[in-house]
């Protein structure tokens, strides 16, 4: 089981442009092999970052609303949303310490 909480279309509003602090969306998909490489180190993120940065996954097969309206044309793509807005965006199954050090920098 996943640290991270699944958000959909429907909460993505309420989860994370609503949050009081930094949050991390992991855009990915069940088929998608780079995904299932970086989950872990979401997962490790969400545990190590709680209550500073909110971890959530938007499966974009079952959310595509959200996926299309922050442009996500490939898989796994990390954003990264402070006071609403989107600040920052990883692609790719990038290293923890690149993702942890583009954190780092919103905290």
């Known amino acids: 089981m996943s640290s991270a909480l699944s958000v959909t279309d429907a909460t993505f509003e309420e989860e994370v442009l609503n949050s009081d602090i930094p949050v991390l969306v992991d855009f990915w998909a069940p088929w998608c092999g780079p995904c299932r490489m970086v989950a872990p180190v979401v997962d490790e993120i969400a545990n190590e970052y709680q209550g500073r940065v909110k971890v959530v996954k938007v499966n974009t097969d079952e959310?595509?609303?959200v996926a299309t309206d922050f442009g996500i044309r490939s898989i796994p793509t990390l954003m990264i949303f402070k006071g609403g807005q989107k600040?920052?965006?990883?692609?790719?199954?990038?290293?923890?310490?690149?993702?942890?050090?583009?954190?780092?920098?919103?905290?």
């Open 63 to 65: 959310n595509s609303k």
């Open 87 to 107: 600040v920052d965006i990883l692609v790719g199954a990038v290293p923890k310490t690149k993702i942890e050090a583009t954190l780092e920098q919103f905290l």
